[in-house]
């Protein structure tokens, strides 16, 4: 898919999930959100970019973190909804539509103490001219800290890109668990030349009430939304059902517990 195009899947799906992403996602997505802080060590007056913020829940977080002393965060997306939502609840942090693989675009002469970037590079075109950006923005000694889902096999809701697919060619994330693998962010963190690399794998679960709160999650709340807004009723249901058979090993009674897996990494430019 050329890459331009992948970006405006990604900025109008982003758009149609924002309404429901933080109340589908939130639980899961924690232990990553609190890895990510814990990794960054920030410190009062501290200034920090958050690239591909979403509806900013790690933007919030860090600000609490920074916010003594004058520290200011400033969160970028693509997504007009996205960020629309994370300005409503953190009118203290700036925000600004922006690719995170052009940072100097929309972010020209500015530089942070730290850049983060929570689950967003496996949703960019090149996630290395990615990195390579938000390196840019760093003044010397500056610290990044990356967060992508694990390998694929740990991820018991992998199966939805190839669903989805099967019914309309959406391309929405075609290497979606690529740096999840091995050692593959840790080597991405050191070719963007950041030193002191270190990475940590962390478990979690996505637990959900019952079959129609799991496929919410899974087809309006994320990366698919757009593809899945396209279905008629008939390949809606068909596509949910198929889903739920992938995630049936998690179901218990009513209730679903999928695991997934996450790859925080962190370095320093010298």
């Known amino acids: 898919m050329d890459s331009r195009l992948q970006l405006r899947v990604q900025r109008y799906g982003w758009d149609r999930a924002a309404p429901h992403y933080e109340l589908a996602w939130n639980q899961a997505l924690a232990p990553a959100t609190a890895a990510v802080l814990a990794s960054a060590a920030l410190q009062p007056g501290e200034h920090v970019l958050d690239v591909a913020c979403g509806s900013g829940v790690l933007t919030r977080a860090a600000w609490q973190a920074v916010a003594r002393r004058g520290g200011e965060v400033v969160g970028t997306d693509l997504s007009e909804q996205m960020l629309a939502q994370a300005s409503e609840q953190s009118p203290q942090c700036r925000f600004v539509r922006a690719d995170g693989?052009?940072?100097?675009?929309?972010?020209?002469?500015?530089?942070?103490?730290?850049?983060?970037?929570?689950?967003?590079?496996?949703?960019?075109?090149?996630?290395?001219?990615?990195?390579?950006?938000?390196?840019?923005?760093?003044?010397?000694g500056?610290?990044?800290?990356?967060?992508?889902?694990?390998?694929?096999?740990?991820?018991?809701?992998?199966?939805?890109?190839?669903?989805?697919?099967?019914?309309?060619?959406?391309?929405?994330?075609?290497?979606?668990?690529?740096?999840?693998?091995?050692?593959?962010?840790?080597?991405?963190?050191?070719?963007?030349?950041?030193?002191?690399?270190?990475?940590?794998?962390?478990a979690t679960t996505a637990d959900y009430a019952d079959a129609q709160t799991a496929c919410d999650a899974a087809f309006i709340a994320g990366p698919v939304a757009l593809a899945y807004s396209r279905f008629d009723d008939a390949t809606r249901l068909a596509v949910q059902a198929e889903y739920l058979a992938s995630i049936e090993p998690w179901r218990l009674e009513s209730c679903y517990s999928l695991p997934g897996e996450f790859v925080i990494g962190c370095g320093k430019l010298s």
């Not at 075109?125 to 003044?139: G, K």
């Not at 500056?142 to 694929?152: D, H, I, K, Y």
């Not at 992998?158 to 979606?176: K, N």
């Open 142 to 202: 500056g610290r990044l800290v990356a967060s992508v889902w694990g390998e694929r096999r740990a991820c018991a809701w992998a199966d939805l890109f190839p669903i989805v697919d099967a019914q309309v060619y959406s391309e929405v994330c075609p290497m979606f668990f690529r740096l999840g693998g091995g050692d593959a962010l840790a080597r991405a963190l050191r070719e963007a030349e950041l030193v002191g690399v270190t990475t940590e794998r962390i």
């Open 101 to 140: 693989q052009q940072l100097e675009d929309s972010l020209a002469n500015e530089e942070f103490d730290v850049v983060l970037c929570g689950l967003g590079l496996m949703y960019m075109p090149d996630p290395e001219l990615a990195l390579a950006s938000m390196v840019r923005r760093l003044r010397p």
